[in-house]
């Protein structure tokens, strides 16, 4: 067995960073929107919330309208020195958040009330610990699925 | 269906859920038994430590696994008798197996004989890394 020890990840200097500070805040709006979806059980705002998803997942996360209201009225506000990150890490947790959205949206459509609130219970799960405690869903369960999927 | 009792249910095993993780990060926990795997240079790319090993177990997707190379990095140069170790764990998935890493970051604490006392998961602090260190020396 030999170590590649090459990290073709998280640590080399050519990754993309971004304002680490982005990501929380909009993991706070998301948390607000989707707490609003999981009592008004809208179709309509989890379509909404679907789209900035897949923004955040397909475009990055400083893509979203979210991160444009952080840079629009949020930043200019705070001072000191800017706490960067991977890029990476939040566009895998949008990705996450995208594919709850698309099974709740389904189960919206398909008239399976159980469906649209597990997976909104889910994603509000998520949005609220990343806001809340810092919580790094790539770090959680990024490793367990490449262990499940690949042999 | 309008109802607030599944946020309620999502706010509590939410707060429940992060009041843990945020005090489990980075803590060093030992093994019962120190009967693991022995590694060795060939295995973790790096000379062992005359004392203790430390192999830091990263992933792409992993915003705290740069702050504890960082650190890790750091607090080597002032141990001569430790090493540190960085490994890609999705490029190393048979050891990642073998040694049962489960998220990242993971660093595991080695003994003199490449022999893995405890780990920690998570960033740790830099009091954590030294308590780990002293224990195991």
């Known amino acids: 067995m030999t170590v590649q020890n090459e990290v073709s990840a998280s640590t080399t200097n050519k990754v993309k960073l971004i304002d680490a500070r982005g990501p929380r805040f909009s993991a706070a709006i998301t948390t607000l929107v989707l707490a609003i979806v999981l009592v008004t059980q809208s179709p309509l705002l989890i379509a909404l919330q679907l789209v900035v998803f897949a923004i955040g997942a397909f475009a990055g996360p400083a893509k979203t309208p979210y991160a444009f209201l952080f840079k629009k009225f949020v930043k200019p506000k705070l001072h000191g020195q800017v706490p960067t990150e991977d890029v990476r890490p939040p566009q895998f947790a949008q990705s996450v958040g995208l594919i709850f959205a698309v099974v709740a949206l389904a189960g919206s459509l398909l008239s399976i009330p159980a469906l649209f609130t597990v997976a909104v219970g889910f994603a509000l799960f998520a949005a609220f610990l990343n806001a809340a405690f810092n919580f790094c869903l790539g770090c959680e369960i990024y490793l367990i699925a490449v262990r499940i999927i690949k042999k | ?137």
Request: charged content about 20%; hydrophobic content about 45%.
């Open chain 2, 1 to 137: 269906m309008n109802s607030l009792t599944p946020l309620v249910v999502v706010l509590a095993l939410a707060i429940a859920f992060g009041v843990w993780y945020t005090r489990s990060r980075g803590e060093f926990r030992r093994k019962k038994t120190v009967n693991g795997p022995k590694l060795d240079a060939a295995i973790i790319g790096i000379e062992l430590g005359a004392a203790v090993t430390m192999v830091q177990f990263s992933s792409a997707f992993c915003s705290p696994c740069r702050a504890t190379k960082a650190l890790l990095e750091d607090m080597v140069k002032t141990m001569p008798d430790v090493h540190y170790a960085h490994i890609d764990a999705e490029a190393n998935l048979e050891l990642v197996r073998k040694l049962d890493v489960r998220s990242t970051p993971t660093t595991l604490f080695l003994n003199s004989d490449g022999v893995e006392v405890g780990r920690a998961m998570g960033t740790p602090k830099r009091s954590q890394v030294l308590a780990a260190v002293n224990a195991i020396r």
